[in-house]
């Protein structure tokens, strides 16, 4: 079992960056892909970062390839997803989730955190 706090997020002008966290509980988190996935109000919720389980490994959406970057300490039990230059389309809940499968589709997931509100004004 698995259990995921997200943190970090806030309101924010265009063009700024924040970083978010997320701390899981359990001694296994480093046999999991942790992923981002962000859910913007009346949309479907939509793939954004991935990181393998040692780190070696990253997938980025389109829409964020260049200006996230998703990350992970396995001592600290922690993930991150750094998003820089922010723009109003980025205004979205986002949700870490982990998976020993999980890469860009939700479905491949097991455990989801709360999620943490990321808005940005234009």
């Known amino acids: 079992q698995v259990q995921l706090v997200e943190s970090g997020g806030g309101l924010v002008q265009a063009g700024a960056s924040l970083r978010l966290s997320c701390a899981a509980s359990g001694r296994t988190f480093s046999r999991y892909a942790m992923g981002w996935f962000r859910q913007a109000p009346g949309k479907e919720r939509e793939f954004v970062a991935a990181?393998?389980?040692?780190?070696?490994?990253?997938d980025y959406a389109d829409s964020v390839k260049g200006r996230f970057t998703i990350s992970r300490d396995n001592v600290k039990n922690t993930v991150y997803l750094q998003m820089n230059s922010l723009n109003y389309e980025d205004t979205a809940v986002y949700y870490c989730?982990?998976?020993?499968?999980?890469?860009?589709?939700?479905?491949?997931?097991?455990?989801w955190g709360q999620g943490t509100q990321v808005t940005v004004s234009s």
């Open positions: 989730t982990a998976g020993l499968t999980g890469w860009a589709r939700k479905e491949q997931y097991d455990y």
């Open positions: 990181i393998s389980w040692n780190g070696g490994r990253t």
